[in-house]
């Protein structure tokens, strides 16, 4: 999609938010969204309680994802 430049992209606007998971570590979300272009969506998210995060890139450009919630 070709947007003018002089036309501002409006930001995402959350309509409405269900809680599909709660548990003492992670809650998983399903929203219904207002996207840039004016059309709805849907947006499922992962809130994750404090924790420690890695991204770990080799030498090959290999990515490792590593997580040690607390």
Do not use: C
């Not at 036309?7 to 809650?27: A, G, K, M, N, Y």
């Not at 969506?41 to 040690?68: F, K, P, S």
């Amino acid at each position: 999609m070709v947007h003018d430049i002089q036309e501002p992209l409006r930001d995402w606007s959350r309509l409405s938010t269900q809680v599909i998971h709660r548990s003492s570590h992670l809650t998983l979300h399903h929203d219904r969204v207002l996207q840039p272009d004016g059309s709805e969506g849907t947006y499922d998210r992962l809130t994750i309680a404090d924790g420690a995060r890695t991204v770990a890139v080799d030498a090959r450009r290999r990515v490792a994802l590593v997580e040690d919630a607390f």
